[in-house]
């Protein structure tokens, strides 16, 4: 298996629900990431995951939780989300740990999330 | 000024040309380049990785480094229709964790 996929590809959400987003990769890697990508921008990077553990936190507002359960699964749960926080949610994962050299980052298709 | 320059275009050109898509930046500590892809609504696929500076190749892709200019290029040989697509370029390096540093990526129409 060499992808990343996610679910669900499509969210409507209001601002009061709590939601959440899956990850999964089964190719053995080591970092995983989330991004956010609003149109017609470069992806954002969210969070990062590196052997299970969170390594970084870009100071995303803490409506966002992430959580990675095991090596090949992270989670997004999504708390009283604001409308401007709709946007294209992007996991990706690489082979080696965060800061490792020529670690290319494997994106899966993305949820599209729109808050209303 | 951002760390990382590319036109956003639209780049329009006809099936079968050469297309030239470029970044400069302005970290002459960057060592990792690449190259994504990414069709409308989907996912970013990274095309190449290149390490430093030189040419690496790829079946219709040829991707380009000039570090002493700060300046990266992807050439695309007999573009298709399906190479229609917004271009990303992204570079990092060790003081950068790594992270990607992305250019605002250019949209890319080849005419049948």
């Known amino acids: 298996d060499t992808e990343v996929t996610q679910t669900p590809k499509h969210l409507v959400m209001g601002m009061t629900n709590k939601k959440s987003l899956k990850c999964e990769q089964h190719m053995g890697h080591r970092a995983m990431y989330w991004y956010k990508q609003k149109a017609k921008k470069p992806p954002e990077l969210m969070f990062v995951?590196?052997?299970?553990?969170?390594?970084i936190n870009e100071s995303v507002p803490s409506r966002f939780s992430p959580e990675c359960p095991n090596s090949s699964l992270l989670n997004l749960h999504l708390h009283a989300l604001q409308p401007e926080d709709s946007a294209l949610y992007l996991c990706?994962?690489?082979?080696?740990?965060?800061?490792?050299?020529?670690?290319?980052?494997?994106f899966g298709p993305g949820t599209r999330l729109t808050v209303l | 000024q951002k760390e990382v320059e590319q036109d956003p275009g639209p780049l329009s050109v006809p099936e079968g040309a050469i297309v030239s898509l470029n970044c400069t930046y302005s970290?002459?500590?960057?060592?990792?380049f690449m190259w994504y892809r990414q069709y409308s609504r989907k996912g970013p696929e990274l095309l190449m990785y290149t390490y430093s500076s030189g040419n690496k190749e790829d079946g219709r892709f040829t991707a380009q480094v000039d570090k002493s200019s700060k300046y990266i290029s992807l050439f695309i040989r007999d573009s298709q229709p399906s190479d229609s697509a917004t271009y990303l370029c992204a570079m990092t390096n060790m003081d950068s964790n790594y992270q990607l540093i992305w250019g605002a990526g250019t949209k890319l129409i080849i005419k049948p």
């Open positions: 970290n002459s500590a960057f060592q990792y």
């Open positions: 990706a994962s690489s082979p080696g740990p965060l800061a490792w050299p020529y670690n290319e980052q494997f």
């Open positions: 995951y590196s052997y299970e553990k969170l390594s």
